[in-house]
């Protein structure tokens, strides 16, 4: 079996990213490629590391000719303008994989006061796959649409929800405090992310406003069936890639020490079928994962509170990895294929 890809959004970050790790994938294979002001170029003229890798013109989105020649379509959209494109792509007839956040959430109302848009498909919302194989491997296979999850969020639920899951933490007291490399924020030009203001420097960011930390709850809430608050701070650090999230919480009974030994079995035995996910004893860092679809997560006992620790690479499971890996379960293949 053959898989075709179509990549939209082809000129960003992620799209590279799509593009690095399918030329190893052996099934699927990128059959077009879309952008705007750069479309009739070369893909390889945009991402000069694709050259020899992947001879494709970059062709402005058609929905209709997109859908015709491609199997799944991986959307590497901004949020706001990748939910009407995903749309025209779904009654074309293809199946989607959309990095955006337009339909991560369980609930209108919740995207539209956090993202401060109507959204033009609110009929989708809620009936979306969220593209986390770990916990919905059943409605992916099955999707027409996967919501892929956003970076912050895939670093912070995998450690959380299996310990919200089994009573081990308190719900109402979770700090996730993260750190994310530059190319979080994509390819285009933004004063924030220019060298000057980012080399040698790390900065906290959108603090207590963060679109990820209603992301965090209600995933974990979807997962666990159980509530959870969350404080959120995200910080922007001077490297090209990779997300450390450092989570304090607090053990529901007994002492941290043997509540961190707890965690640990939770977690082996909750990831034991999991290719990606390892537990470590180590603390972990974001070179441990670099370029690769893993995460690594550990904990410690620090007074009463344990500390979690875990690592991903923003681009890989955080994003183009992980869409990758759901494209694997929706078209029935082994989900490491092409990512090991
Ligand atoms: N970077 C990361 O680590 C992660 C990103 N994501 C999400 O993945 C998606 C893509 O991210 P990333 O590749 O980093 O973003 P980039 O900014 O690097 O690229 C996005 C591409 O989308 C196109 N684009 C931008 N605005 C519009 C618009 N209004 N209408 C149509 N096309 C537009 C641009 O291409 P052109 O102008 O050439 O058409 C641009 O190259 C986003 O939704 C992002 O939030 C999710 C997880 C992690
Ligand atoms: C460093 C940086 O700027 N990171 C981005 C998150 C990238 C991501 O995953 O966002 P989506 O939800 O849009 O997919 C941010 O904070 O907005």
Not at 71 to 81: F, I, Q, R, S, Y
Not at 157 to 180: E, R
Request: glycine share 8%; hydrophobic share 40%.
């Amino acid at each position: 079996m053959s898989i075709a890809v179509g990549l939209v959004g082809a000129t960003g970050y992620t799209g590279l990213e799509v593009a690095r790790l399918l030329a190893s994938h052996p099934t699927a294979k990128i059959v077009a490629a879309t952008a705007r002001a750069d479309a009739g170029t070369s893909i390889a003229s945009v991402h000069p590391s694709l050259a020899g890798v992947l001879d494709l013109t970059l062709q402005e989105l058609d929905a209709e000719s997109l859908a015709k020649r491609c199997d799944v379509v991986m959307c590497c959209l901004p949020h706001g303008a990748s939910a009407e494109t995903v749309h025209d792509l779904i009654k074309a007839g293809t199946r989607v994989i959309d990095f955006s956040a337009d339909f991560r959430l369980s609930s209108r109302d919740l995207y539209e006061s956090w993202y401060k848009v109507v959204h033009p498909w609110p009929d989708r919302i809620g009936k979306t796959a969220y593209g986390m194989p770990e916990f919905f491997a059943k409605e992916i296979a099955d999707a027409d649409l996967v919501a892929n999850p956003g970076c912050y969020p895939t670093s912070a639920i995998l450690p959380l929800a299996p310990l919200v899951q089994s009573g081990l933490i308190d719900t109402g007291d979770i700090i996730v405090d993260s750190k994310s490399g530059v190319s979080g924020a994509g390819r285009s030009a933004k004063i924030g992310t220019l060298y000057c203001e980012t080399n040698e420097s790390i900065s906290a960011y959108s603090v207590g406003s963060h679109r990820h930390q209603p992301e965090i709850e209600d995933l974990v809430h979807r997962i666990a069936g159980t509530s959870v608050r969350v404080v959120f701070t995200p910080h922007l650090t001077p490297m090209d890639r990779g997300i450390l999230s450092t989570i304090y919480v607090r053990p529901t009974s007994g002492d941290a020490k043997t509540s961190a030994e707890q965690v640990m079995r939770t977690w082996r035995e909750r990831y034991a079928g999991c290719p990606f996910i390892t537990p470590v004893d180590h603390l972990p860092a974001t070179k441990h994962v670099a370029g690769t679809n893993r995460v690594q997560m550990t904990v410690r006992a620090s007074g009463d509170r344990l500390v979690l620790v875990c690592a991903i690479d923003n681009l890989a499971k955080g994003a183009s990895g992980a869409a990758i890996q759901n494209m694997n379960v929706m078209f029935s293949l082994d989900e490491t294929t092409g990512l090991t």
